[in-house]
């Protein structure tokens, strides 16, 4: 994993210094799926800049996942369905009102499927109480199930087959419609997390397509803090760019 964010944030720093259209946007939380469905693998990304898709506007950094929202950091937010509230307490046997990753890995099987711990850390590390990093509350976790839903959506709009499993062009296109427009370099990257070396076409399931996808959105807000007229270009000193990357390795610890 290391050795991923290493060529990935490699790609990332030295796309700083080159030049890209304003005119494109990413969202700081996903977007329900509302493209046009493509056909086959023709959508064009031309006029997209290296990170933001231009069919999303920017909102604020840590609006709708991390961080405290208005709704604050204990209770659920109002109009919460009462299945998020219920697969949450199920897991929470203590009644702290928090739950670590095994209990949030077990909450999110029902709704969803069994995700790998690695990306259930992830999970709690984006999407983090700002009261205990380790474990997460209602909000947060009410934050992150509408989340994976909309998510969810766009997986299941390219896995045609219903196989459970999207192809990388499909992925390419999937991040797209989330907001993403991931340069074919940094695709290869996301890739070769997954690439067992048999020969065969990596394909993603819903883990590792919401495990990639929550890599590229959490670096792409980051890096949105400093390029803040979103023209794909941004100066880091050594700080900021060790400060952005080593959460993410450590959140994976």
Known sequence: MASFFNRFTSYSNSSSNSNSNSNSHAPSAPSAPSAPETQGHELS??????YYSEQHQPQPYGSNY?????????????????????????????????IDENELQQALSSGYQ????????????????????SRMGPNEFTALW????????????YDRDRS????????????????????S?????????????????????????????MIVK????????????YTGSATLTYEDFMSTILPFLVSYN
């Not at 990304?45 to 290296?50: I, L």
């Open 185 to 213: 370099s940094v695709l290869q990257l996301l890739i070769s997390l997954y690439d067992d070396r048999s020969g065969q076409q990596v394909e993603f399931n819903f883990d590792s397509f919401v495990e990639c996808g």
């Open 66 to 98: 991390g961080g405290v929202s208005s709704y604050g950091s204990y209770g659920f937010p109002p109009g919460t369905s009462p299945e998020v509230i219920r697969s949450f307490q199920m897991v929470d046997r203590d009644g702290s009102g928090f």
């Open 218 to 229: 959490g670096l792409t807000e980051k890096f949105k803090e400093k390029d803040r007229n």
């Open 45 to 50: 990304h031309a006029t997209a800049s290296p």
């Open 114 to 133: 069994r995700f790998s711990l690695r990306t259930v850390r992830l999970l709690i590390f984006l999407f983090r109480n700002p009261i205990d990093s």
């Open 164 to 183: 459970g499993r999207i192809d990388a062009l499909e992925m390419r296109d999937a991040l797209y419609g989330l907001g993403y427009a991931v340069p």
């Open 146 to 157: 509408n989340c994976l839903g909309q998510w969810r959506g766009m997986f299941e709009r």
